[in-house]
Structure formats: C-alpha cells, structure tokens
C-alpha cells in the first residue's frame, strides 16, 4: 500500500497538460485530489471522471490562483469535501515566448498567475496542513536559468526556484516539505497548440537532450510523486531537474 494512500491533495492547473497528469498519478496511488481550474472546466471535469471511474475521489473546484477570495474558496471545498490536506501541487501557470521589443503588459499577468499564485495557495494551504506537515511541490522550469525571448517566463521560474528555498526555510520547523520539478520540454496541449511540437526549437531540444526525446506529463507526474511521498521524507528547498538529462 502506498503511503499516499488516503490522503488528500489540490493539484492547480489540472485541467490539462502536467497538472492533469499528476492528478491521475496522485489518485492511482491512493490520494483524494481537487483538481483546480480557472476556465478549463471540461478538462477539469474530464480528469475527475477518469479518476472516478478507476475507483478514486475526485472533486473539480473552479479558481482564479491570482485572486486570494478564489484560492480562499478553492481551499474551503477541500476542506468540505474531504476534511484535510496533505499535499499541495502549484502547478498552474502560463508561458509566452517574446522578444524584449514586445513585452508590455504579459508580464503582470505571467507573474500573478506563476508567481502569486504559487504564493496564495501555499498560504491558504499551510492553515490546513495537520500536525504531521504536509508536501508543496512548485513546477519550476529548465527556463529558470534564462531563455531567450522567454525572459519574462524565465523570471517567473526563477523566482519559483527562490520561493520555493525560502519557505523550505520557513516552513521547515512546522513539518511542511517545499521542493520543486523543473521541467525540460513537455509534449502538453500547450506546446502544442503554440506551435512548439513539430518546431525546430523542438527538435533543438531533443538534439539536447540525451535521452533523445522530449518529455511527457508522466514523467513529471512521477517526480510528483516521488515528492509527494514519504520516499522524499528528507527533502526539503531542493529543485528536481526533471528535462532527460537537458542543460
């Protein structure tokens, strides 16, 4: 039996994509999962169905990461439907590849949904976490480290990775693990749909890349996993590079 087993967890961003798929992980190891979303409530509902219909518990809670009422509400319904909280997933978040001649406004809107969102919810989370600490895994990125005409994601991902060293800090002496998944490349609806899958930028990556491919959702949601776990239990302000061996 897997020391997930009935726990519960809120996993943001699940409609589709990362988050999706660690939610059906999180499940077929035994956890209850809330699955977030701010306006993809057919994945949403999709990813609830599919855990239901494997025998898991599974509720789908629409919210807005970057508006404290949403996530104060997110965590309410949790709460409700399942009267703890063991583990916190922040994976919602929104990349948009530009040069520095046309950033404008997209910066305020990629750093409230990565960055404030990854705050409000770790900050509603904690008040439910029970005495035995719980696990918050932030999904950073390989970007971190600066992409061209990705310098505003970048950032966000950046600050992620200091966020996530600081409350390991702060959090520690109550318990509560804060590591993070750095992805590489992932073959998401996202990349898809931007153009990315089928790219030379993509096939730069696999060239990369050793393991000579790019990533799938369950590769990450395995990391997820892992952190989520017990197996991790002396893991705290660490950054899991998750990307096939790409630097």
Do not use: C
């Not at 699940?14 to 306006?39: E, F, H, M, P």
């Not at 693990?177 to 930028?201: C, L, W």
Request: charged share 25%.
């Amino acid at each position: 039996m897997s020391d997930l087993e009935g726990k519960v967890a809120v996993v943001t961003g699940a409609s589709k994509g990362i988050g999706a798929a660690i939610a059906r992980s999180l499940s077929a190891s035994g956890t209850a999962v809330v699955a977030n979303y701010a306006s993809g409530k057919e994945g949403a509902d999709r990813v609830v169905a599919d855990i239901k219909a494997n025998g898991g518990k599974a509720i789908a809670v629409k919210a807005d990461v970057t508006k404290a009422a949403d996530v104060r509400r997110l965590f309410a319904e949790t709460k409700k439907a399942f009267d703890r909280l063991d583990v916190l997933v922040n994976n919602a978040g929104i990349y948009k590849f530009i040069p520095l001649e046309e950033i404008t406004d997209e910066f305020h809107r990629e750093f409230n949904i990565n960055v404030l969102g990854t705050l409000l919810a770790t900050k509603e989370a904690v008040k439910q976490f029970g005495p035995n600490g719980g696990s918050v895994i932030n999904i950073s990125s390989t970007a971190s480290a600066g992409e061209a005409q990705a310098v505003i994601y970048s950032g966000t991902k950046g600050a992620i990775d200091a966020i996530t060293r600081g409350l390991a800090a702060e959090l520690g002496p109550r318990k509560i693990r804060v590591n993070a998944i750095a992805p590489g490349g992932v073959e998401t609806e996202g990349t898809h749909s931007g153009g990315i899958i089928g790219s030379d930028f993509e096939k730069a990556t696999i060239a990369r890349t050793p393991l000579g491919r790019i990533g799938q959702p369950d590769d990450i949601a395995r990391v997820a996993i892992f952190l989520a776990s017990d197996d991790s239990a002396w893991l705290t302000g660490e950054r899991l590079t998750a990307a096939g061996g790409y630097r």
